[in-house]
């Protein structure tokens, strides 16, 4: 959760009943990821009154995805569910999720967005361009319309957390794995309250993760790109020589003119794309963790009392480039005597 006062009490009255429903042990585990509004305030106000819920608060802004690493590294139950706040995915098909993970002995079952007619033009317009390439570069087991709203088993978490990479995207992440998976369609809602924390700056380095991270297509588009320049200074050195020839030296300005812009502009291409891989390399040579835990409720007394009214929610303060906002929800294992 990033800034999410407005959508929390929604958000809870409809994934509490949702969860005692089912009839099994749980936790929801809220990852607060530097929250500047009343998001903290308000979660542990909820929490007077549902011991359930697990509050993960991060030190500072640490995007979307690590917030969801937090989540998935210290979720203990047999299932785990990632879900944006928003309420944008529906927290009912939980039970469709664990429903059929449990039915057909499934590790993996994803959400995928069937209606997306509540977002804009735009965003269905630049999702559909994302989910096309990403599918042609890793793969076509990457589902299409398939975000962070999905069912892991405990392997698949455990698997997830053995992986050394810095920059994740699991939506790319999870397919790789290979373990059976299932899918479940719902319709994108409408935002419930508040603004997308998810600008175009954070959808365009997504991409450009996910394109960097899983394949080595854009060094081979340089190569392409190096070759192509070459056979065009093959056929503008045939032209100058034969303008050479006949005496028209003057004239050809033009043709070299163009010819050395065309040249830099393939060599800038080329070292932009070699510098984003280095950056990888530089990132992992780092080793730096991608979050830091401020506080976590698991290592603190629980506390059960009556529900707490939180007080009236105030406009969320606006951030700039901010990750969105993730909860996960675990069954927690039975304990054995």
């Not at 047999?78 to 098909?93: H, R």
């Not at 892991?152 to 810095?166: F, G």
């Not at 034969?242 to 502009?265: C, D, M």
Request: proline share 6%; charged share 20%; net charge neutral.
């Amino acid at each position: 959760m990033y800034n999410e006062e407005e959508v929390l009490p929604a958000l809870v009255s409809r994934l509490r009943p949702v969860l005692a429903g089912l009839g099994v042990d749980y936790e929801v585990v809220a990852v607060d990821d530097g929250s500047t509004d009343r998001t903290a305030e308000l979660l542990a106000a909820f929490r007077l009154g549902w011991p359930e819920l697990r509050i993960i608060g991060l030190r500072r802004n640490s995007g979307h995805q690590a917030a969801l690493t937090a989540g998935l590294d210290r979720a203990v139950g047999a299932y785990v569910v990632s879900i944006d706040a928003d309420l944008q995915d529906p927290p009912e098909k939980i039970v469709d999720m664990l429903v059929l993970a449990r039915a057909e002995h499934l590790d993996i079952v994803y959400g995928i967005r069937a209606d997306r007619a509540s977002d804009s033009g735009f965003k269905r317009w630049t999702a559909g361009l994302y989910y096309r390439l990403v599918r042609r570069l890793a793969g076509p087991s990457v589902p299409a319309q398939a975000g962070d709203f999905r069912l892991l088993s405990r392997a698949a978490v455990d698997a997830l957390k053995a992986l050394p990479d810095q920059q994740r995207v699991y939506r790319l992440l999870v397919p790789w794995l290979g373990f059976p998976s299932g899918e479940v369609t719902y319709e994108r809602a409408p935002r419930s309250a508040g603004q997308s924390k998810y600008p175009l700056g954070r959808m365009i380095r997504l991409a450009v993760d996910s394109v960097t991270g899983f394949s080595a297509a854009p060094l081979r588009i340089a190569t392409w790109l190096g070759g192509f320049a070459f056979l065009v200074c093959l056929a503008l050195m045939a032209y100058t020589l034969s303008a050479h020839a006949f005496q028209h030296t003057v004239p050809g300005w033009t043709s070299l003119f163009i010819g050395v812009l065309f040249i830099g502009a393939v060599q800038l291409i080329c070292v932009g794309l070699l510098g984003e891989y280095v950056g990888r390399i530089y990132t992992a040579v780092q080793n730096r963790p991608t979050y830091f835990i401020g506080h976590d409720t698991a290592t603190e007394p629980a506390e059960r009392t009556e529900p707490a009214e939180p007080a009236e929610s105030a406009q969320p303060a606006e951030r700039e480039g901010s990750a969105g906002s993730s909860a996960l929800v675990a069954q927690r294992p039975r304990q054995r005597s």
